[in-house]
């Protein structure tokens, strides 16, 4: 999936979870492929286990316990 990179970075920190190539829609498309053939590859050498670890870590506020604990703290003083 192409966005711009300000987009991207809500949920991708480059390197940690993921990786970012940046694009623009005037960019050269040999040189995205080759930047993005170059992080495919530095990806299948990197330890993905700690970058599911980042992803997690990252999102874990959106998970579902988190977000009905932050509604009800977010209501309950309107009762």
């Known amino acids: ?3 711009p990179i300000e987009k991207s970075k809500i949920f991708i ?4 979870n993921g990786y970012l190539v940046p694009y ?3 960019m ?3 040189l995205l492929v080759s930047q993005m053939a170059d992080k495919i590859l530095f990806a ?3 330890d993905l286990e700690s970058m599911y670890q980042a992803s997690y870590d990252l999102i874990k506020h ?3 316990p988190e977000m009905l ?3 009800r703290k977010l209501l309950m ?3």
Not at 13 to 16: K, L, R, S, T, Y
């Open 13 to 16: 920190e480059d390197a940690e």
């Open 62 to 64: 959106y998970l579902k």
């Open 69 to 71: 604990e932050a509604w």
């Open 28 to 30: 050269d498309e040999d």
């Open 44 to 46: 299948l050498e990197s």
């Open 24 to 26: 623009s829609e005037t």
């Open 1 to 3: 999936m192409l966005l």
């Open 77 to 79: 003083p309107i009762r």
